[in-house]
């Protein structure tokens, strides 16, 4: 699902790259990954979060996806040319990921997946990419912060079948994703790492 004007204005703000920042070093504090191994981040928005994993986590290759071409093209100009080099920019749809299985060692996710209509199908897609101990990435919100009186009627957001943390584990776990490390704010939200079984 694409952002609308107020999603576009939260996640593209300085402050969410202060956020994403510090999200990344507490990741990598879950699961060090020795620098050199291939990567995706899904749902790449301008390309910050893509710049802080090219820095923070030093992939050989992130491959940038947006179901947004507009956003991928935003992402092309804020990203640095010696980034450049690291970065392939791809037009993707998070429960469609056109890589083959078992092909990434580490997919990243800073508050995508709430966003897909069919979730589950989405984190099956993360699975099925990734290899056998390959490792899964995200911050995720729930809904007490998208879909409250206020949020609801600003920003744009699936209704129907979100996830609350129970949820989320039983959607990992059916994807053949563990839950490895994580960091949880009781009814917001979760950062954390899922390994690929």
């Known amino acids: 699902m694409k952002l609308n004007w107020a999603e576009r204005w939260v996640v593209n703000n ?14 990598s504090r879950m699961r060090p990954l020795e620098p050199g191994f291939t990567a995706l981040e899904i749902g790449c928005g301008r390309g910050a979060g893509a710049g802080l994993i090219l820095d923070t ?17 935003k992402a092309g100009k804020y990203i640095s040319s010696d980034k450049k080099e690291h970065i392939a920019f791809v037009a993707a749809d998070g429960f469609r990921l056109p890589f083959r299985t078992g092909s990434l060692d580490a997919v990243f996710d800073f508050g995508v997946l709430h966003h897909i209509p069919d979730w589950q199908s989405a984190l099956g897609e993360v699975a099925r990419v990734l290899k056998t101990q390959g490792s899964f990435l995200f911050e995720e919100l729930y809904p007490t912060l998208y879909q409250n009186f206020i949020t609801k009627h600003i920003l744009l957001h699936p209704k129907e079948d979100r996830f609350r943390s129970q949820d989320l584990r039983k959607g990992l776990e059916a994807a053949g994703l563990s839950l490895h490390r994580y960091g949880e704010w009781r009814g917001f939200g979760i950062l954390g790492v899922a390994l690929k079984l």
């Open 14 to 27: 300085p402050l969410r790259v202060v956020e994403q920042r510090i999200e990344l070093r507490k990741l």
């Open 57 to 73: 986590f030093l992939p050989s290759l992130l491959y940038a996806t947006d179901l947004d071409v507009a956003m991928l093209k």
